[in-house]
Structure formats: C-alpha cells, structure tokens
C-alpha cells in the first residue's frame, strides 16, 4: 500500500491530537483522584472532553468536506496549543488556576473532531475503493494506540512535576502535530477545495442506508458499556487494583503495545473470513470477557496483562466498526456522515460514564465490572441478526 506524503503526516498529526484527547481522559480524573476527588467525580471528568465534541460534530463535519483537510488541521492544533499553555504560563505567576485545565480539556474536544474530520476527508480523497478499508484500519489502530497507550507518558510528568508537567506535554503535543502538517503543507500542494453536497444531502444519504442506521444503533449501545468501562478504568487501576502511576504506567504501555503490534493483523485476520460487521461483534464479546477480569482485584502482576487485552479487543472493535461504517458511506460524505456516526458514539460513551458514576456510587467496583461485561456480552449476541439482515 501506498499512501501520499501528505496523508501519513496527516495520520501521525491526528494520532498525536487523539493522544491528547487521552491525557484528558485518563490524566485528568487521576489528577482529580490523587488530590482526594471521589471516583464518580473522576468519572465524570473522564467525559469531559467528549461534550463540545458532541455539540459540534455537524459543523466539524461540514467544514472538513469543504476545506482543505491541512488547513483545518493547522487551524484546530493552534487553538489546541494556545489554551493549553495557558495553565502551565499561569502557574509561573504563582497561580494555580485549575479551572484552565478544564478550559483545556475543552477545547481539545472543542478541535477534536475537526482534525479527525480532516484526515477523514484526506483517506477518502487518496484511498481507491480496494485500500479505504485498509487504510480506515490504519487510522483507527494509531487513534486507539494513541489514546489508551500514550497516557502513561502524562502520568509520569504528573508524578514528576504535578498538573504543571501534565499540560506542558499537552501544549507539547499540539505544537509537534503543529509543526508536522505546516511542513506537509508546504512541501506539496494542498488539494483544490471542491464544493461538497449540502449537510442536508449527507444526512438523507444517511437515512436511507438501513445498514448505516443499524451500525449507528450498534455503535450507540456498544459505547455505552465500552464508554463505562473506560471510564471507570483510572479509579479501577489506581483504588480497585492498587496501582501507583508507574504500575498503571506498565499498564499502559503493554495496552500500547498490545494495540499497535495486533490490532492491524488481528483485524485483517478476521475480515478474511468475516464481514466487518461480524468481526466488531466479536471483539465486542471479547472485550466484555476482559472487563469481567478485572471484577478481582487480585490480579495482581496480571493486570496489565488484562489490561492489554481489555484494550487490544476495544481497538479491533473499534477498527471493525470503522471499517464497516466507511464502506456504507458514500465518497462525498466521508467527513460528515463518519462524524455523525461518530458522535452516536459520543453519545453512547457519555451515558456510559453516567452508568459508570451510578453503578461505582451505589454498589462499587465489582457490581459495576459485572454490569458492564454483562452489557457488552448481551450487545455482541443481540445485534448479530440484526446487523446480518442489513447487509
């Protein structure tokens, strides 16, 4: 396979803004837990992120498939490195503004989804029909490395020079992924903007695919017991388990590990000989298998383990579900109507870290990693008929 210079800089750009979007997810609520926050108040710090990403999914789309998608990235990282300066330049007066870290996490959410837009647009521009489900893998697999794996790299500036060290590596981030799509930019020519079908057209393009809507459906009810168990995850590791930040560091990076070294191969494995669609129910049912692990607390050295296998079974999920989506998307809607569906999502992770807070509240830990296998058991067996008879 063959990709242009510019779309592996684009890819690598949005790896390393998904990297940031995990810092927040999983840095943040430990920041919150190791100054004596409860765990349903980390819980619901971890879907902080996800709410302006959610609000601005249809102008996101819409701008990615009318714009150049270097463009829209260099513009979304500048905001992103701007407000996310702002706490650690604050902290040098002797302020100790915290409020800026939400500010921050904000606006990553806030960016988001227009720099995952762009590299939508930018794939569905360069792949020909045979690569677009590679390629779709591609993106997902360094998306889900970048925000499971990479975390243990804000833990660790955390450890070492509290939230100050967190969101400078943050403000870090974006200025590299800055950097990366500026040269791109220059050294070849941007793509001519082509005026794409209205946000209307792509929406009733949307509707009159009953396999999309069934997709979106699965996506939906997947992310809510997906969303609680990620979650939930930084207060399992740190009170459940134990761990300091160098074993949820460890955890962390085997995850990583685990995602890039198996998640390509294992998904193209499958999809030999399953549809897309088939080969995301599995991984469903895996991933429940996993969070059941985690149920006892004495794992022990085995949590990471666990852990990579909770992580590796989320991202061929997720890389199945990609592909399975942007093959039912018609070529001039890649942005939109993959954001749109992404945001069922979104709307499914946010019920899901709700569930999260309630169930850890009410009964603790070991209820709630039952629960939630249990729900991800259940949306692996019970959307197998309905996804087949779409097809």
């Not at 840095?27 to 619901?44: C, E, F, K, T």
């Not at 991933?287 to 149920?295: H, K, N, P, R, T």
């Not at 709700?354 to 296998?373: D, E, K, N, Q, S």
Request: hydrophobic fraction near 60%.
């Amino acid at each position: 396979m063959r990709l242009f210079r510019r779309t592996p800089a684009l890819l690598i750009a949005n790896a390393l803004s998904a990297a940031i979007q995990g810092q927040f997810m999983f840095v943040l609520p430990w920041m919150l837990l190791a100054n004596g926050s409860s765990p349903r108040v980390a819980a619901l710090a971890a879907g902080l992120v996800f709410l302006p990403m959610l609000l601005l999914t249809l102008p996101a789309g819409a701008v990615s498939d009318r714009s150049d998608p270097a463009r829209v990235m260099r513009a979304a990282c500048a905001i992103g490195l701007v407000t996310s300066a702002l706490y650690p330049l604050a902290s040098l007066t002797d302020r100790d503004w915290f409020w800026l870290v939400v500010v921050a996490a904000l606006a990553t959410g806030a960016v988001r989804l227009f720099v995952e837009g762009a590299v939508l647009r930018e794939v569905g521009d360069t792949a020909s029909a045979t690569s677009l489900l590679r390629r779709q893998t591609i993106r997902s697999t360094l998306n889900q490395a970048a925000i499971f794996a990479s975390p243990f790299v804000g833990l660790l500036a955390f450890r070492a020079g509290g939230a100050v060290a967190a969101l400078a590596l943050v403000a870090a981030l974006y200025a590299v992924a800055f950097a990366l799509v500026s040269v791109a930019s220059r050294h070849e020519a941007a793509q001519s903007e082509t005026r794409r079908p209205s946000v209307v057209a792509g929406l009733a393009s949307l509707v009159a695919s009953p396999r999309l809507l069934w997709i979106g459906v699965a996506a939906l009810v997947w992310n809510v017991f997906a969303g609680a168990a990620l979650g939930m995850m930084p207060a399992v590791l740190r009170l459940h388990a134990g761990l300091d930040e160098l074993g949820a560091s460890a955890a962390f990076v085997l995850g990583g590990i685990a995602v890039v070294g198996f998640t390509l191969p294992s998904t193209s494995a499958l999809q030999r000989h399953l549809d897309p669609a088939d080969v995301f129910l599995v991984a469903v049912a895996a991933e429940g298998a996993a969070v059941l692990l985690f149920a006892d607390p004495q794992l022990g050295l085995l949590i990471p383990l666990a852990y990579a296998f909770f992580l590796l079974s989320n991202s061929v999920a997720a890389a199945a579900l990609s592909g399975a989506r942007a093959l039912e998307v018609e070529v001039d809607h890649q942005a939109l109507l993959n954001l749109v569906l992404i945001a069922v999502s979104l709307v499914g992770y946010l019920l899901g870290v709700l569930l999260t807070a309630g169930l850890i509240g009410a009964y603790g830990f070991g209820v709630a990693l039952v629960v939630v296998a249990a729900g991800l058991a259940t949306t692996a067996a019970g959307f197998r008929r309905p996804l087949a008879s779409s097809t």
